[in-house]
């Protein structure tokens, strides 16, 4: 039997320069989708996933992030005294466990394969989670519950692939497939980072979900830098997939890419028409926007 991930990884290093001015002071991942910043929806869908440790690679000027999800002990005392207790509960998400969130520094912003590598004392021999935070996934059920009923099915590697048109593959990692298990299930026989249109073996592009072996590590220690002179995870998923098996999943859900802006506004909006206590309020002022 397949060993169950307990932690998951969060990579939030990056500088966020396409949301410049925003991001000089505010880390990228803690700009908001509606009254929520980036980060918290990726962590709670790795809750939602049985996750209970939560490691984040960060950066200098990242400290909002730790702030964020820890105790608030002043704001909560006072929430406390003036009885708010519907405020306090919805400080509960961003509150793991004590114990149960871990912050390493990647020094240097050498790819987002050397990220993950730094988490790797911290992740130690066990399968875990790796969850990028700009990809935000909608849906009823989290990618992360959907992967993992894949992962105890299979066991392996597990990674969350969906279609774009053809024309923007060069932006992604993709996959080529083999063996279907189901319609959404496949395994993997190769892939390649940021492929040319033409050289791309397929449409299906890694979404920024993973459930990994930590055999992972040992790929990334010794890697060369990839495309974009950056050390690459997928070419290190490249070298494992030689000795374990790989699956990519296409997963039920929309994906807003919040690193971009035209997918940040569009998680806005989305997830504003979704929600019971604001679609209401909002659809009649979207639509008469879309009017002028
Ligand atoms: C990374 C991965 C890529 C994946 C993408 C999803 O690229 O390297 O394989 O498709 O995330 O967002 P990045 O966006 O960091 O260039």
């Known amino acids: 039997m ?14 966020g320069t396409r949301f410049l001015p925003a991001t000089k002071a505010v880390p990228k991942e803690m700009l908001t989708v509606v009254d929520k910043p980036v980060i ?13 440790h939560f490691v984040f690679v960060t950066g200098r000027g990242k400290g ?7 105790l608030a002990y002043e ?3 006072t929430l406390k005294a003036r009885g708010k207790t519907a405020e306090i509960e919805l400080l509960k998400p961003s509150r793991p466990a004590a114990g149960a969130a871990s912050f390493v ?4 912003p050498l790819g987002l394969g050397h990220a993950v590598w730094c988490a790797r004392d911290i992740v130690g021999d066990e399968p875990f989670l790796l969850a990028l935070p700009d990809m935000l996934i ?31 593959v060069s932006r992604y990692g993709v996959v080529a497939l083999n063996e279907k298990f189901d319609d959404r299930t496949h395994s993997i026989t190769g892939m390649v980072e940021k492929p040319k249109r033409e050289d791309a073996p397929s449409n299906l592009i890694i979404s920024g979900r993973y459930i990994l ?9 010794i890697l060369k830098p990839g495309a974009g002179g950056e050390i690459q995870l997928t070419d290190a998923m490249i070298e494992l997939i030689a000795e374990q098996d790989f699956y990519s999943y296409r997963f039920e859900g929309t994906t807003y890419d919040c690193g971009d802006k035209i997918g940040f506004l569009s998680a806005n909006v989305a ?3 979704s929600r019971p206590d604001i679609a209401s309020k909002f659809r009649p002022v979207a639509e008469l926007l879309l009017k002028q």
């Open 138 to 168: 909608h849906g009823a059920s989290g990618c992360f519950t959907q992967m993992m009923e894949v992962y105890e099915r299979h066991g392996g590697n597990v990674i969350a692939v969906e279609e774009v048109p053809h024309e923007h």
């Open 105 to 108: 520094r990647q020094q240097e």
């Open 40 to 52: 918290q929806y990726a962590v709670e869908e790795a809750a939602e996933a049985g996750i209970d």
């Open 271 to 273: 997830l504003a028409l």
């Open 213 to 221: 072996q930590p055999e992972i590590f040992a790929k990334l220690e």
């Open 2 to 15: 397949s060993r169950k991930p307990r932690k998951a990884v969060f990579p939030v290093a990056g500088l």
């Open 75 to 77: 704001l909560e005392a």
């Open 64 to 70: 909002a992030i730790e702030d964020h999800f820890d």
